[in-house]
């Protein structure tokens, strides 16, 4: 089953083996570092808590445009603002943790292979979780799930190192305690002590100790978690101000159960993550199911734990999160490195299989096929979106599917079948390197708004002020100038313009951005307002009090005469 070093101790070569693919691992998941700014949906939201906590040095509850944010716990933001006002940049504080959880990660699955099985096999496990798209996308992504990988494998870790290599009672606590630096990163923190449930049906009795060593972990646990809830607990409800005790419900209650058993977004099928998910994001190790299935069963069959613990703990938290309603690609990620783990006796031997090398080419070709295609069809029939993304970021889109289309085919086709894993290796860094440092360079001032919040600053009148309704958070955080908001997430969005219609009446110099499909927003009258174009899949306007007044003005006059209105839409939509 295994080769290489038993025990686990690592020769010289097997040490520069994951040297190697150590250096691998940060030029992949390093491609692009600080090359961009946060993008939506989610990065600009939580740059801007991360900024606005390190500016105004309230650290315990986060904020958004001084609103209380009660969806996530504060540990990510604490890290991100740490790090802002360390480095002084957004792009490396932001996007820094999720690369380091990653490189983290990596160390913890080869380690764990290594005392598991042997070196060797530990650097295939490595490179496989390396290799797997998923992994790398999050290391690249400014999202608290990167984060939460760190500690959701570290938790995994410890208590793997206990339950299957102890007694090590050590790293028993680690494992809880990073449970809970996970529960206080997201709520599904504590996904690695579901671990135990396995380990009690099939390995109860194979660790043996005194019973108090056993309850340390779970002190643990409480007391990380204490740490932020006795005070956050103390300081909402002994405030004596409402929107305190309303954060402390949301982040203890709707943000938790409630989301997982009645969200309110995300609806997918109970089958989203095997159907949609997988067969995707957790290429190429998907590839080898029909082969690692068989050896599974036996596995099982045998009781052998190293492998049955962390298949057993996968299968619990896909079957978790697809009892919810409620569900992204992203939250089956903890699960990836205990699925590297459960495959990695075998790695070494399937991918010299020639079944297994065939199917591996297939696919890079494959792939390459499709992105030749897609080159095809956007230069024979170009899309208008893609068109405008040309002409804001200069991005030739054909260009940049050919080369991609290349680097695959390349990869599939002139990798000789003993060498099929070195292919996908090259295509996934070149492919990574041609994202990291040429696609989102050219497409971020269009993916982060500073391209239209420079279009908001050249269209305020000279001196003017801005103030925005219903706003996008990376509008916020690319105004380059104040800007004064009217409340975030507000439900009473038609009493919010108005509260900024009123503010700009105030001074002849004052805008405000609003969306056109902004509850209680007219599109203004012919000559009045600015129309700034699409953004974000929605069309801004910037006006004044008075472009606003003589247009319900026109509209009295029109609807008095009896006739319908027919108000201009720009842009030719």
């Known amino acids: 089953m295994a080769t290489g070093t038993a025990g686990g101790n690592a020769t010289p070569p097997q040490r520069w083996a ?101 070196a060797r096999l530990g650097v295939f496990a490595a490179a496989a979780l390396t290799l797997t798209v998923q992994f790398a996308e999050e290391a690249h992504s400014g999202q608290i799930d990167g984060f939460l990988l760190g500690w959701t494998t570290l938790s995994l870790y410890g208590l793997l190192r206990h339950l299957l290599l102890g007694p090590a009672w050590g790293w028993w606590v680690v494992g809880w305690g990073a449970a809970g630096l996970g529960v206080i990163t997201k709520g599904v923190g504590f996904l690695p002590l579901l671990l135990l449930i396995p380990f009690l049906v099939w390995g109860r009795g194979s660790v043996r100790g005194e019973w108090w060593r056993w309850l340390v972990g779970p002190l643990a646990l409480v007391a990380v978690i204490a740490a932020w809830l006795v005070p956050m ?18 982040i203890l209650l709707r943000q938790t159960v409630t989301r997982y058993a009645d969200p309110w977004g995300h609806f997918r099928p109970p089958w989203y993550f095997v159907v949609n998910v997988i067969p995707v994001f957790w290429l190429p190790l998907v590839l080898l199911l029909p082969w690692l299935l068989p050896r599974w069963r036996e596995s099982w069959r045998g009781r052998d734990l190293r492998v049955v613990l962390p298949l057993a703990w996968v299968v619990l938290v896909l079957l978790f999160f697809s009892l919810s309603p409620g569900k992204r690609g992203v939250y089956i990620l903890p699960a990836l490195p205990a ?17 297994v090398q065939r199917l591996l080419r297939f696919t890079l070709v494959g792939i390459g096929g499709v992105l030749l295609a897609a080159a095809v069809w956007v230069g024979w029939w170009p ?26 085919l390349a990869a599939g086709m002139f990798t000789g079948y003993g060498r099929v894993a070195v292919g996908w290796a090259a295509a996934m860094l070149g492919v990574w390197l041609i994202l990291g440092w ?20 050249a269209a305020l009148p000279a001196g003017g002020e801005l103030g925005v309704v219903g706003w996008k958070e ?8 104040p800007v004064t908001d009217f409340g ?67 509209r009295s006059t029109t609807f008095a005469g009896g006739t319908p209105e027919t108000a201009s839409r720009p842009g030719g939509e």
């Open 18 to 118: 994951f040297g190697w693919v150590l250096l691998y691992a940060v030029l992949v998941l390093g491609a692009g570092f600080g090359a961009r700014d946060p993008w939506p949906a989610d990065e600009p939201r939580f740059a801007l808590i991360a900024k606005e906590m390190a500016a105004s040095g309230n650290w315990f509850i986060p904020r958004i445009a001084g609103e209380l944010y009660p969806d996530k716990p504060p540990l990510f933001f604490w890290v991100v603002a740490g790090l802002y006002r360390i480095t002084g940049s957004l792009r490396v504080a932001l996007f820094l943790p999720a690369l380091l959880a990653a490189l983290g990660a990596l160390v913890l699955v080869y380690d764990l292979a290594r005392r598991l099985w042997s």
């Open 233 to 250: 607990w103390v300081a909402t409800t002994g405030s004596g101000d409402p929107a305190l005790t309303a954060y402390r419900d949301e």
């Open 339 to 355: 699925l590297v783990l459960a495959a990695a006796p075998w790695l070494e031997g399937l991918l010299h299989t020639k079944a």
């Open 383 to 408: 899309n208008a979106e893609v068109q405008r993304i040309e002409t804001l970021s200069g991005l030739p889109v054909v260009a940049v599917l050919l080369v991609a289309a290349a680097v695959f």
């Open 438 to 457: 040429w696609v989102a360079p050219r497409l971020d001032g269009e993916r982060s708004a500073a391209l239209f919040m420079g279009q908001v600053r």
């Open 474 to 481: 990376q509008f916020i955080l690319q105004a380059g100038m």
């Open 488 to 554: 975030y997430r507000r439900p009473d969005k038609e009493k919010e313009l108005e509260e900024a219609l009123a503010w700009a009446g105030q001074s002849p110099g004052r805008r405000v951005l609003v969306a056109e499909d902004h509850p209680g927003f007219v599109v203004p009258a012919a000559g009045r307002g600015t129309f700034l174009g699409r953004q974000h899949r929605q069309r801004w306007w910037l006006v004044s009090a008075a472009d606003m007044e003589v247009t319900r003005m026109v």
